[in-house]
Nanobody
Framework: QVQLVESGGGLVQAGGSLRLSCAASGRTISSGAMGWFRQAPGKEREFVAVIKWALGNTDYAHSVKERFIISRDIVKKTGYLQMNSLKPEDTAVYYC???????????????????????WGHGTQVTVSS
């Protein structure tokens, strides 16, 4: 089992920045990946970004590319989502998720899909005011 705990959410004005953290404990995800998803009120949960834990390869949703940066600290077993130039439409509950083991096929075809992840955090609220 892997436990994931998000932190760092809050209220920020448009144009501001926040950094979310996701602390992982339990089983290792050294062969896996960590992703971030978000769910806005009345909308379905959507993919934000994913990072391959060992090599650091990244992928982003088009809506956040150039504004958000996903990273990880292998020693601290913590993932991060640096969010810059925030917009009101970024308001959502942000979830981190982990896949314990991935393949090249997973990375190419499934990393943006919720069902591809084995473990989820409880989420952290991000609110961007206009």
């Amino acid at each position: 089992q892997v436990q994931l705990v998000e932190s760092g959410g809050g209220l920020v004005q448009a144009g501001g920045s926040l950094r979310l953290s996701c602390a992982a404990s339990g089983r290792t995800i050294s062969s896996g990946a960590m992703g971030w998803f978000r769910q806005a009120p009345g909308k379905e949960r959507e993919f934000v970004a994913v990072i391959k834990w060992a090599l650091g390869n990244t992928d982003y949703a088009h809506s956040v590319k150039e504004r958000f940066i996903i990273s990880r600290d292998i020693v601290k077993k913590t993932g991060y989502l640096q969010m810059n130039s925030l917009k009101p439409e970024d308001t959502a509950v942000y979830y981190c998720a982990a896949a314990s083991s991935i393949t090249p096929y997973w990375w190419a075809q499934r990393g943006r899909i919720q069902d591809a992840y084995d473990y989820w955090g409880h989420g952290t609220q991000v609110t961007v005011s206009s």
